[in-house]
């Protein structure tokens, strides 16, 4: 069965502050992990990655992936109160043919106090 | 353009009783897909609709259905409720899924239905 944990489940910083968010995962025909926000809702699409060691950036934010040691981490720089949500992973594997679906671990909910 | 929509945005149900769920997808998307949000489980993937057939299911019971209509509106049914049902349901849309030359990163969530089941 597919697995996706991310680290810690939750934290508290201050604004200004680095933070980093993990994702390990143990899936059969790995294609591609995604990075989400969740702040009320309705989660928005942050990155993909499909390829090892190539940094996704935008603006504040930004992922790597290891696809040898099965990790991704998110790194928020800078960190602001509008930063404060819940951030999901999720993990794309291929299971019949071109047949693919989303895994997502529990997320981890970042509060940024000013 | 308008997102995709989900009603009812809350719905209180008690055991034993059935419900139905609805999500607009964004106009020209075809691929809808559900999925579960429960602060134990997570989001877990619950099925994709793709031109009106199911393509893919995750691991719930089949008390959990869905269908898609002509129009790519999408229904999902939960029937004979339980306590654990309790959830904010999420449905995504897409142009089409992966295996038809979609991507994940183009799939959009609506806002949820949260469900509460008494």
């Known amino acids: 069965e597919d697995k996706v944990v991310q680290s810690p489940l939750s934290l508290v910083v201050h604004e200004g502050d680095t933070v980093t968010l993990n994702c390990s995962y143990e899936?059969?025909?790995?294609?591609?992990l995604l990075w989400y926000k969740q702040e009320k809702k309705a989660p928005t699409f942050l990155f993909m990655l499909?390829?090892?060691?190539i940094e996704k950036k935008s603006g504040r934010l930004s992922s790597i992936l290891d696809k040898k040691e099965l990790f991704s981490i998110l790194n928020i720089t800078a960190t602001q109160t509008g930063d404060s949500a819940i951030y999901l992973c999720?993990?794309?594997?291929?299971?019949?043919?071109?047949?693919?679906?989303?895994?997502f671990g529990k997320g981890i909910t970042l509060s940024v106090r000013p | 353009k308008a997102g995709v929509t989900q009603t009812p945005r809350y719905l209180i149900k008690t055991r034993g009783q059935q419900v139905t769920l609805s999500c607009s997808p964004i106009?020209?998307?075809?691929?809808v897909s559900w999925y579960q949000q429960t602060p134990g489980q997570g989001l877990q993937f619950l099925f994709e609709?793709?031109?009106?057939?199911?393509?893919n299911k995750g691991n719930f019971p089949g008390r959990f259905s869905g269908r898609q209509f002509s129009n790519s509106r999408s229904e999902m049914n939960v029937s004979t409720l339980e306590l654990g049902d309790s959830a904010l349901y999420l449905c995504?849309?897409?142009?089409?899924?992966?295996?038809?030359?979609?991507?994940?990163?183009?799939?959009?969530f609506g806002p949820g239905t949260r469900l509460t089941v008494l």
């Open positions: 999720a993990v794309e594997a291929v299971y019949t043919g071109a047949n693919s679906k989303l895994t």
């Open positions: 499909t390829s090892s060691g």
């Open positions: 995504a849309s897409s142009l089409a899924p992966p295996w038809a030359g979609g991507s994940y990163n183009e799939q959009f």
């Open positions: 609709y793709f031109s009106e057939t199911q393509r």
């Open positions: 899936v059969t025909n790995f294609r591609s």
């Open positions: 106009s020209g998307h075809r691929s």
